[in-house]
Nanobody
Framework: QVRLVESGGGLVQPGGSLRLSCKVT????????LGWYRRPPGKEREWVAT???????DYSEAVKGRFTISRDNVYRMLYLQMSDLKPEDTAHYYC??????????WGQGTQVTVSS
């Protein structure tokens, strides 16, 4: 079965950096597109970034230029390097796999809080 386990969240000051990690098992990792989403407090979950099997990346306008999504196909890891963090980046962050039939798989998420 598909399983995604996020880690790396925490409390960081504005302007700081964090790297989130997601361990993915139960699917052919290197062949699939993976993504990061986040749910800010009191808001709906929103898309953050996507990386394809060919390492093509895409980002929401809110994070473009500050966040970098990457993957390690050997260790089946998905990453999100976040820099120049802002208070509005505060959210619960989730990694995502969307199956070909549009069924979404999510991890439990990891909390990122940006505050001084």
């Amino acid at each position: 079965q598909v399983r995604l386990v996020e880690s790396g969240g925490g409390l960081v000051q504005p302007g700081g950096s964090l790297r989130l990690s997601c361990k993915v098992t139960g699917l052919n990792f290197k062949l699939n597109t993976l993504g990061w989403y986040r749910r800010p407090p009191g808001k709906e979950r929103e898309w953050v970034a996507t990386i394809t099997s060919g390492h093509t990346t895409d980002y929401s306008e809110a994070v473009k230029g500050r966040f970098t999504i990457s993957r390690d196909n050997v260790y089946r890891m998905l990453y999100l390097q976040m820099s120049d963090l802002k208070p509005e980046d505060t959210a619960h962050y989730y990694c995502n796999f969307r199956r070909s039939d549009s069924v979404d798989f999510w991890g439990q998420g990891t909390q990122v809080t940006v505050s001084s």
